[in-house]
């Protein structure tokens, strides 16, 4: 569904950006893919990964989804939209909670309005599992981006516009992630890693995965479809031998907002939840009039059925994460 289409990525220069347009380009024959971001310079280096003559349909365009004018312009002629642009990280969202309410909230309203009215076909945003009983108002912002994104298509009405959401865990090795924090700092020497709590689990995806399902879940959705992969977990004490086997631990405390486990569908958001091989799907709990969803492949999940970190069946291993990292 991507061959000869147009595709928008906000916040395309991060690291699920820089992936996802790499593989929409090497993988796929969209007639023009876009990068939208705020950071010129960020732009800047992308752009010497992709020269253009050999990409001669990838296009940077500067703006912020804060921005509504700016965003029907960069809209204009786009059949899908990616929307990963966030702030994302805990403590500055905690500390500038103004700023983090602009962008995961008044950009999703934003990127909700000008996608109905340019005509794009399909929208997918990006959220993550913080945003499932949130205990951080990055999580919180989050949840209420993926409730503006599912409602969207009750706006967008007699319209084609169709809205759904991603919902992952931790990605390996991103920018600003623990993994790259870790291996900071075992490659300066030093003999100890900082950690929160030993008891703290979390998902974990790679880039490539997250991306690809990002992908599939584009090509799947019908609209109002919350997409939940199915993750393993691991113990943050587990994480930290895999990369420093030989520092000793220091347990520094959780951080304002954190908590010991993650959580990617609540009790509650269950009794709407199927489930397939590989993903969850939750649905809406309002349908929209003419979307219909088809329970081919899936069952619904049982009654007081919960998916987190902690009690996840899948785990893993040092071995298995060293493997992933290696990777990289």
Known sequence: MFNGKTILITGGTGSFGKKCVRTLLDSYEPKKVIVFSRDELKQFEMAQDFPEDKYPNLRFFIGDVRDKERLYRAF??????????????????????????????????????????TGVRRVVALSTDKAASPANLYGATKLCSDKLFIAG??????????????????????????????????????????????????????????????????????????????????????????????????????RPGEKLHEIMITQDDARHTVEYDSYYVIRPEHRQPGIEYSDEGCTPVPEGFEYNSRDN????????????????
């Not at 939209?81 to 805990?90: C, D, F, G, L, Y």
């Not at 993994?179 to 008891?199: C, M, V, Y």
């Open 153 to 254: 298509n009750s706006y967008s009405s007699a319209r084609e516009t169709r809205f759904s959401v991603v919902r992952y865990g931790n990605v390996v090795g991103s920018r600003g992630s623990v993994i790259p924090f870790f291996r900071k700092i075992a490659e300066s020497g030093a003999n100890k890693l900082p950690i929160t709590d030993p008891r703290m689990t979390r998902f974990w995806i790679t880039l490539e995965n997250g991306v690809q399902f990002v992908l599939d879940s584009l090509e799947r959705m019908s609209g109002g479809e919350l997409y939940v992969p199915k993750l393993p977990s691991m113990n943050i004490l587990d994480l930290a031998k895999a990369i420093a086997p030989h520092c000793e631990i220091d347990v520094v405390g959780i």
């Open 76 to 117: 204009h002629g786009v059949d899908i939209v990616i929307h990963a642009a966030a702030m994302k990280q805990v403590p500055a969202a905690e500390y500038n909670p103004f700023e983090a309410v602009k962008t995961n909230i008044l950009g999703a309203q934003n990127i909700i309005d000008a996608a109905i009215d």
């Open 313 to 328: 069946a899948q785990w893993l291993d040092i071995p298995k994460l060293q493997e992933m990292i290696e990777d990289l």
